[in-house]
């Protein structure tokens, strides 16, 4: 129940006692985490000794990114949404039926997202440009996807025990 870095020698660099349920976790700057706290409901920014440095509130987050912009990106299972750096939540998403696994916010404003056994990718609007079935489900708790530089997608399907690259 600890969160910290590893150097190239494999010496502790630093580390705190994790918060219960964190099922994601992003190095977002010098001295800085975004975590997402599931049973806690929140999406944190804290510092390397883990003191709370900013909270979101958000029903059981499976995972979060902050992106270039500086807003919060956060995925739960019933909606993909951003936040802005003051709070304001400024696009969200959600499907029919609520069934989100995982999703990842790509550098050109696109959402990669996992749905029932689909990959959907959105435009930065929510619209659906392409989808495609992937033949295996994707753990809900810390599953996550990869999208390559060449544009090929890494999916982790857990009843297949195999990690699949999809084009």
């Known amino acids: ?23 994601d976790v992003q190095v977002i700057g010098p001295n800085r985490l975004l975590l997402a706290e599931q049973f806690d409901r929140r999406v944190t920014e804290r510092d390397f000794k883990g003191n709370i440095l900013r909270q979101i509130p958000a029903t059981l987050p499976l995972a979060c990114q902050r992106l270039p912009n500086g807003d919060t990106f956060i995925v739960t299972r019933q909606l993909l949404w951003t936040v802005d750096q003051g709070g304001k939540e400024v ?28 990959c959907v990718l959105l435009d930065p609007h929510g619209r659906e440009l392409k989808s495609f079935t992937l033949g295996g489900v994707v753990y ?23 990690i699949v690259e999809f084009d």
């Open 140 to 162: 809900t708790l810390g599953g996550n996807i990869e999208v390559l530089a060449n544009g090929r997608i890494l999916v982790p399907l857990y009843n297949l025990n195999m």
């Open 91 to 118: 696009f969200s998403w959600a499907p029919k039926p609520a069934s989100i696994t995982t999703a990842l916010h790509l550098r050109n404003g696109q959402i990669a997202v996992v749905t029932l056994g689909r």
């Open 1 to 23: 129940n600890k969160i910290f870095e590893l150097g190239p020698d494999n010496a502790i660099r630093w580390e705190f006692d994790a918060p219960r349920s964190v099922l």
